[in-house]
């Protein structure tokens, strides 16, 4: 066989072909989906400025349609690792949080920080090292895009996982006054000096009358103490002692059936964010935040990994220490609490709202819906004259909780791609004139009017 040769001009052609075409590849952090209105994104690039952000990051905002003037914030925070932040992109197109955000005039942000695969989570879950700085700069650049300028100023409400936890958590122990609730799933930030440790966050008083929930995987250290995630506990706690032995209005949430992913942890996290919003927006823009009612408040003792369960009571019912109880804002939440550290099954009685515009061209069916606050939306149902013929999607894609109709990610996000509300009927026949019906199914199974 003759060897294979090539000139120096072929091989530099060789080696530019290679690399134009290694530079097409996309980015890991591409963008997805297009943010088009009620979404909008800014994005920013990494800086080398000491001080400032050195992860470029996307914002993706969605404001609810027909809002007049925002109320607030939901910001749903990802996670440390590239798989993590990348399922940040999807954040704002949840439709079940969406329904939160919509209840309470509220937009959705979902940050997406692109941190490299193994580099250090710490350069931007911890807000002093510039995330803090873009996450508001965001909240401008957001604001003047959507006509929302108050977006800039309107108090927040924090969900976090992982190192979005402690982004979260630290967040309300730097700026209390912005912070309407947070809640914190398997993370919590540094409150105590330790060895290589963060710089432990200072508590004002402020802080400690934000509604805060700790809420963690029973794996992660409490009834599992072995395995990757199994420190999660020990730091969660010291948090939780030290918020609540200041007074901290804050509880623990142990799911009994996850480790690190987030599980069912939803359907708990948006009817206590409910509670919360309601209690705590101001009627009118600009206003303090307002105060927790005493007098609605529910404690218990704290429970983690224990076999018996002892049921919140109202607070000037309750006889234990109050520095070891949980608190939790209203009966409501108390009841759902408890179903939760029991099984996670929060029980639901209300419909999803039906899906409304309804339109058929050919075959293609398309539809809009809206997510049922309580328990989301798992599916929809698709009659031809009254008969069923499909389900949508045949089969919900959830493999770490309920079926839900948009999938989940590690971090509590929806699955790219987004799957449609559009179907298809194959069966129909060229000419005929069928009518249809679509029916949207939440996640415990109740069907829309």
């Known amino acids: 066989m003759k060897p294979l040769t090539r000139s120096p001009r072929s091989f530099a052609l060789l080696v530019l072909a290679l690399a134009t075409a290694l530079c097409a590849q996309p980015s890991p952090y591409a963008v997805f989906p297009a943010a088009e209105p009620p979404y909008y994104r800014a994005k920013y690039e990494a800086s080398s400025t000491p001080g400032e952000l050195v992860y470029a990051a996307n914002f993706t905002v969605w404001v609810p349609p027909g809002v007049k003037v925002l109320r607030g914030v939901i910001v749903h925070q990802h996670g440390c690792g590239e798989g993590s932040c990348k399922s940040g992109l999807t954040g704002a197109y949840d439709l079940h949080w969406q329904a939160l955000a919509k209840q309470h005039d509220c937009a959705l942000l979902s940050p997406a920080y692109e941190q490299p695969d193994k580099a250090d989570c710490q350069l931007w879950c911890d807000p002093r090292k510039g995330s803090a700085v873009a996450f508001q700069r965001a909240l401008s650049d957001l604001g003047a895009q959507s006509g929302h300028p108050e977006l800039a100023t ?66 992660e250290g409490v009834t599992v103490r072995e ?43 948006i009817p206590w964010f409910d509670a919360c919003l309601t ?20 404690l218990a003792p704290l429970h983690a990994g224990e076999p018996k369960i002892v049921a919140p009571v109202p607070a000037n019912k309750f006889s234990g220490p109050k520095e070891k109880s949980i608190w939790l804002p209203n009966e409501a939440s108390a009841r759902a609490w408890t179903q939760y550290v029991t099984d996670t099954a929060v029980t639901d009685t209300t419909p999803p709202p039906a899906p409304t515009q309804v339109r058929v061209t050919g075959r293609q069916l398309t539809w809009i819906a809206e997510a049922d606050l309580e328990s989301g939306l798992a599916h929809f149902i698709i009659e031809r004259d009254g008969q069923l013929i499909a389900t949508h999607p045949e089969k919900s894609n959830n493999p770490r909780g309920r079926p839900i109709f948009q999938g989940l990610q590690y971090s509590d996000t929806p699955n790219q791609p987004l799957v449609p509300m559009t179907f298809n009927d194959a069966t129909a026949a060229a000419g005929q004139h069928y009518t249809y019906r679509v029916i949207a199914v939440n996640t415990v199974g109740l069907r829309s009017h």
């Not at 509880?251 to 996290?269: F, I, K, M, W």
């Not at 009118?284 to 609605?296: C, E, N, T, V």
């Open 154 to 219: 309107v108090p927040w409400a924090l969900w976090g996982h992982s190192g979005g936890a402690n982004w979260a958590g630290a967040m309300t122990l730097l700026q209390p006054d912005r912070v309407a609730a947070a809640w914190l799933r398997s993370g919590a930030p540094s409150v105590v000096a330790a060895p290589g440790k963060p710089t432990p966050y200072a508590i004002a008083d402020a802080a400690t009358q934000v509604p805060l929930m700790c809420n963690l995987g029973t794996q």
């Open 227 to 269: 395995g990757r995630f199994a420190g999660v506990w020990g730091g969660v706690e010291t948090f939780f002692t030290t918020m609540r032995a200041q007074g901290a209005l804050i509880a623990v949430a142990v799911d009994p059936l996850t480790s690190h992913e987030c599980g069912n942890q939803r359907y708990l996290a």
């Open 279 to 298: 209690a705590r927006l101001p009627a009118k823009l600009g206003s303090p935040l307002r105060s927790m009612s005493a007098s609605a408040a529910f």
